[in-house]
């Protein structure tokens, strides 16, 4: 059943395997007029892209693309933008061992046992390398919400078992000053060890990105099913490694009180806000106008060095053997994803919400 | 925007607030020929129901419900089951000292951002009144997965700091033999205690509900945006106070290695398992017949004894009162409403899967 | 799979069988703040009722509703507003002889072959009662025109051979001073007595629905699948006994020159208009301001007198006997429900609109 | 809105605007496994092309497709085919003249009126182009429904007043004998006549196209609103120039009784069949096995050599001059247009009816 369209108004569609001709993305229901600078979508690309540091796979990947339609003297024109990157680094031969083998905590069995008939190179269409459309998408959605104020920054807030402080103060304008996207320069500098540590062992290791949405008018999301938090959910957890999602005070509020995590309401100069803001800048699945912050965690990437043990597509045993270029921490390359895909999510609420009143 | 339908072939569309005539829920799209069996509906809805023990409110709930349509003889028809659940306790007068002010961590700031014209009584659509249309429809829903050997289980696993020791074995059969609902008695005890304890502070705790899939086939989920866990993270998502959710190893993944997070593959009798179940049961988004496992994160109640600084609908400050008869910690009653929106899930992407090969 | 939604933002889900407990329907999707006037909808509900004239089924149907849901003092609040009308004519005996017979020309022989579990009372799902759902719903809509300056009045201009005069001048404030709706009292009449007759033979006849929206803006309508007048001829085709969908110059255009049917612009006092009408009110899809004109063909009711030669559900020959009380010619009665459906229609897209532009 | 997609399950979104880089689609919701012959696909976009015979446009358009994902080894994989057609023939200087005049019965006014800013060279995403990529996906739909059996057949009925006799017998397998694809020798030669004589006056001619759908299973469909034959009509009418659909009697049903519109039901050899088909092959909006059989009509081409009076963008009088390449009749390409809507609308019902029954 098609499932690669996300959204309701502003939606996107996207396609592609790791290593077929190319992957891109139709963005549907791009209101006309938008400037559409691809300087911004090129930004997002470089900093998904792997190669770019020492900390990330070298496999390389074109991130050139295309738009083929939508965009028109430099605006949107209200018609479906489809953006292409074709994909030219197709050694389709460092994966046929993997044809018959079901390498461990991938999606090879799962597809094989769904489709039966599957691309199984370069992990086909279960590759990450599908989230670059994403993130050409998203860079679309930012450049609609900077023409709202409101402002998406993701960052890694925790590598292993090396996390931020709780007394650290943060600036957020310091997140690209390191390859870990940390914005915490000592924090940044122990995440980068751990992660050169684990590659050299030919290990890989988990991580958590953590996002903040400014400039967020009070009033997107729609209860009761598509909840702002909900659909942000979901669009956390259809990343791929994503094992969870939590917002505001997360999984801590299950140790509160209600006296304790209740945000109380004041008025600064005309404006309703709250002292706290346990609750993530959303109530009731509604944004109140308070930054909204979540949290996503990343499992360590499954493609390790080590000889696994395993079973091949007959059911016999087999090994499966750690090839390829893969990243040793995934939440670096990870961070301009979480961006696109909250984009996305706040842009097609705010289109959803021009009709939420007569 | 229309928001209050959830699923693609199995879809619910719920209405109805809190102290309006009456709640219900339309399924679309379930099958011909299923055995409607009532005394399932009324069962889950006595879960949910408040008074049903001394540690949820007393508050009076009428759950008798009615079947308007889609069923005959005793069995669904594949035509819309409307099904409605009359309001009997409708108290308004409750509730009149909140019209104007706004409820610390409540949806009232956020409706009237969005809305301008609400609903204010009891809490109206924000009211978790409405989940007991989605326990009604998930019983439903539940038939379906019942009659394809497929069983969903939520329990209690943590309230407040006290939580099922990580050692302690569990027996999924003793979960109704407490009111807390843990499967733990030890456990289910301090548990209560805490409760009480809380309650009697005019205060709330926080909760974690727990819930295991089992019989599940592999092949269920549908990359890339609908993964399973995506589906199931936004279903649980869209529950009242939830904050957050995971699943399999969920955010512990974040602090561990690749070479022991990763589930070998083995072959017993014939059938592919996993010796671990890091997965969750869920690989790439797509089910591998392991029992998919979930945690989901419910914050203390919002409405507390005490009295709480805020402002009102003119930005005045203002005192909000806490009245009414509320719940000192949601978790009891939250596990049918995992249980439901969950079989929602399953049952959507059962019927999905039946187009995923030739 | 779900296919009792109709609509994207302002979206109807009906719900109900012929002779089960109650039909309805919910609307999702109504922006908040909408003065919802119950006289409004109570006027479109008699106009579709049986036994309101002597030329329509004497039968009896309750069109008393409630509406349950998403309406607060008088105002929408844009949450769910669920409206009921209850069956109180459930004379069930009526069809027992059809329980095993399929009736020619109605569903009972293919809603036999998609679910084979079927509800058989009074045509079930598939019998016109449904319409009542979507003619209530329909005047909800029409609140929503008419707060935006846009009317919807359709009315009878065939009944068999008998048509309104291609010359003559027809005064829609007419439509309700006659039983047939036609706003050509001469042909009325002569529409009147031919349906008179063909009922005194127990036989049916057929008719055309002709439908004008004025004062709807230029902007309407959704490139390339959700074209304005795609989405209303799929909204008449989808009432029952409806075979014919045309707009503007309709069928006459395969006749047509270019150069001929062609309209020309003019600017009248600052607004672009047409010269003619060929295009019906919508070019490309968009509407242009000009009214939106389009016809619909009903076929003549399938329940006859006479007894008809059929089989049965076991495929052995069977008699098809006519009885129950029918519609000689059901056009008079169809005219509020292609109001409410082009209703339903133009409203959503008012709201889909206002996200074309930034 | 998004509005470039159709389809539930078999779903596709197209891209594109006439004098962009390239037109595409993305066809989502195919299941694995399918054989995509390419022949098929180039096969259908040869009987849509310009310049294919002398009754047509003699503009130039490629119509090399390239698959760029979802098809591995030859088949289907079940994840989204991504199919791009790129533009060769983009002459835009062409259409430099119609930048700022709307050209009668064209969209250049309601694209200007909705969007704004809009991409005017040859019509942009308005230009019936666009049909090129309905018709590769309409391809692979047709491989699907031949896998199940069923044949989607169309044919020109109609051109201008010349129309196939009532009485003549007609050979489906003559169809493409003659440019203008009308599988009744006589009638095609005069329609080409016709179409010629018109050509040569610089004006254009309305038409009309017929399908006939053969091996359609009873059961496909989906009472309420998405009735087989609404959405064939929405199908149909979203085509560009379409004016009217009717199926089975069609308006003829109008001047028609009852007792002679009914379809007696009979038992051929154990398979339950109408002796007469005026319900067009579907009952209740639901197949019954009979052949499925409509009408299509098509609007002349807006496009003349005769220079018309309009107005400009600023509303000032303007001329609009016919230049570019047309055609003088749409129908002979339009028939593979028809033919590929009409067999994505039976593939999607194809994969729904998959869940009517438990």
């Not at 792997?50 to 083929?68: N, Y």
């Not at 999984?251 to 209600?258: E, I, L, Q």
């Given at each position: 059943m098609a499932a690669n369209t996300?959204?309701?108004?502003?939606?996107?569609?996207?396609?592609?395997?790791?290593?077929?001709?190319?992957?891109?993305?139709?963005?549907?229901?791009?209101?006309?007029?938008?400037?559409?600078?691809e300087h911004l979508i090129h930004y997002d690309l470089q900093r998904r892209?792997?190669?770019?540091?020492?900390?990330?796979?070298?496999?390389?990947?074109?991130?050139?693309?295309?738009?083929?339609?939508?965009?028109?003297?430099?605006?949107?024109?209200?018609?479906p933008i489809c953006l292409v990157i074709p994909n030219t680094d197709q050694k389709s031969g460092d994966y046929s061992h993997i044809a018959e083998v079901f390498r461990p905590s991938h999606a090879d069995f799962t597809y094989h046992a769904k489709y039966g008939h599957r691309d199984h190179t370069g992990g086909g269409r279960s590759s990450a390398r599908e989230t670059a459309a994403r993130v050409a998408a998203g860079a679309v959605a930012k450049m609609l919400l900077?023409?709202?104020?409101?402002?998406?920054?993701?960052?890694?807030?925790?590598?292993?078992?090396?996390?931020?402080?709780?007394?650290?103060?943060?600036?957020?304008?310091?997140?690209?000053?390191?390859?870990?996207?940390?914005?915490?320069?000592?924090t940044a500098e122990l995440m980068e060890s751990l992660i050169m540590e684990v590659r050299k062992m030919g290990d890989t290791i988990g991580g958590m990105v953590s996002c903040?949405?400014?400039?967020?008018?009070?009033?997107?999301?729609?209860?009761?099913?598509?909840?702002?938090?909900?659909?942000?959910?979901?669009?956390?957890?259809?990343?791929?490694?994503?094992k969870g999602f939590e917002y505001g005070s997360g999984?801590?509020?299950?140790?509160?009180?209600?006296s304790e995590h209740n945000d109380a309401f004041t008025n600064e100069a005309g404006r309703i806000s709250t002292l706290t803001?346990?609750?993530?800048?959303?109530?009731?699945?509604?944004?109140?106008?308070?930054p909204i912050q979540f949290n996503v965690a990343f499992k360590p990437v499954a493609t390790i060095v080590a000889a696994q043990d395993t079973v091949d597509i007959r059911g016999d045993k087999a090994i499966a053997e750690g090839?390829?270029?893969?990243?040793?921490?995934?939440?670096?390359?990870?961070?301009?994803?979480?961006?696109?895909?909250?984009?996305?999510?706040?842009?097609?609420?705010?289109?959803?919400?021009?009709?939420?009143?007569?």
């Open positions: 996300f959204g309701e108004i502003f939606r996107i569609t996207t396609f592609g395997e790791s290593h077929g001709k190319a992957i891109g993305v139709i963005i549907d229901g791009c209101p006309a007029g938008l400037l559409i600078d892209r792997p190669g770019q540091s020492r900390i990330v796979t070298q496999r390389k990947e074109a991130e050139d693309f295309e738009i083929l339609s939508g965009v028109f003297e430099g605006k949107s024109t209200g018609t900077s023409a709202h104020g409101i402002q998406v920054t993701a960052y890694v807030s925790q590598v292993g078992p090396v996390c931020i402080p709780v007394e650290a103060e943060i600036n957020l304008s310091t997140i690209e000053q390191n390859p870990v996207r940390c914005p915490h320069p000592e903040t949405i400014t400039g967020c008018p009070a009033g997107l999301g729609a209860p009761v099913f598509d909840k702002l938090h909900a659909d942000l959910g979901k669009a956390m957890l259809s990343i791929n490694a994503v999984f801590k509020c299950v140790s509160m009180k209600g803001n346990h609750s993530g800048g959303i109530q009731g699945g509604i944004s109140n106008g308070m090839k390829g270029r893969h990243d040793p921490c995934v939440v670096p390359r990870a961070v301009p994803i979480v961006e696109a895909m909250a984009a996305l999510v706040i842009a097609d609420h705010l289109l959803r919400n021009r009709s939420s009143k007569l």
